[in-house]
């Protein structure tokens, strides 16, 4: 039995995946960040998870990363929680985004697996305890192999799970009997990083979830949390379902999430701004289907 992490209760349940508003010129939108996140909080998000995958991260600088953590801090003080994207390819680099992340008001960190390099887990564990003593904010590590092309492997998470500051984990990992091995043996929060298994996670022991599709319908995100924890797992269930249209078309339509959350943001008149290359931004036809599955979960005309 390893030693327990202590569960990051002040992240919540109920985090988004926010992106990373640009103003048609392609600089770093504070105003728009700040106004979406107002809006995320006040429509029940617990937490926002800044500069990750679908933030943008790879296209902004350290500078914009930290501004953005100092500008939401700024707009929603303490009613949400502020999960810092640091993870890089690189230790160092990445020790060095944690410390500014820190400095700059987060919460907490959110550390992907190195990408590219494809290091074994020794060097997979290495990395991520560099980072953990470095900084003295609790780390959420973010496993998703296939953007990185590593997985974190359950018998690594069972020993990271030991240092006291790291705390969750972020899944896409597909293999929910993997989950399980770790949570039957550990107190690692998990949340769910794949919108259509949100529930499923949650119902065997998961913390929550950080989602993307949340950018546009953050309450129908909650009310699935909210209705397993009232034991209304029908209810939970029906939910979950009726989210999975508009979950495929923004997560599983062959584009990243971060231009179809842009995409559909944009065009319900909320802050967004254009993705930066290489990503490219939804056609107007994808767009108008996106629209028509977002109107149709939420049951607008």
């Known amino acids: 039995m390893t030693t327990p992490s202590p569960v990051p209760a002040s992240f919540g349940r109920a985090l988004c995946a926010m992106v990373t508003p640009f103003t048609e010129a392609g600089g770093l939108d504070l105003d728009g960040a700040q106004a979406l996140a107002e809006r995320l909080v006040a429509e029940g998000c617990d937490g926002l998870v800044l500069s990750g995958t679908t933030g943008e991260s790879p296209t902004t600088t350290d500078d914009e990363k930290a501004a953005l ?58 990395h991520f305890l560099e980072i953990a003593d470095a900084s003295a904010l609790p780390l959420v590590l973010y496993d998703i192999p296939g953007r990185t092309g590593t997985r974190i492997e359950p018998a690594t998470l069972l020993r990271l799970a030991e240092h006291p500051r790291i705390v969750g984990v972020k899944d896409c990992s597909y293999d929910l009997l993997g989950v399980q091995k770790v949570l039957a043996r550990t107190e690692l929060a998990y949340y769910a990083g794949c919108d259509e298994q949100v529930l499923a996670l949650y119902a065997v022991g998961g ?58 943001l944009g065009r319900l008149g909320l802050p967004s701004g254009p993705v930066r290359p290489p990503l490219r931004p939804a056609d107007r036809e994808t767009v108008d289907g996106l629209l028509s599955d977002y109107l149709d979960l939420t049951g607008q005309e």
């Open 69 to 126: 953590v100092r500008a939401v801090r700024a707009a929603v003080g303490t009613r949400a929680s502020i999960v810092a994207g640091v993870g890089t390819s690189d230790t160092r680099h990445t020790v060095e985004l944690a410390l500014a992340a820190e400095k700059a008001g987060a919460d907490g960190l959110l550390v992907v697996t190195p990408y590219y390099s494809r290091p074994p887990q020794e060097a997979v564990e290495a």
């Open 207 to 264: 913390a929550g979830c950080v989602s993307t599709v949340a950018n546009v319908v953050p309450r129908q995100f909650r009310a699935i949390l909210d209705a397993f924890d009232a034991g209304a797992t029908a209810e939970a269930a029906r939910l979950q379902q009726r989210a999975i249209p508009l979950v495929e078309s923004m997560m599983a339509a062959g584009l990243p999430g971060a231009v179809t959350a842009k995409g559909l």
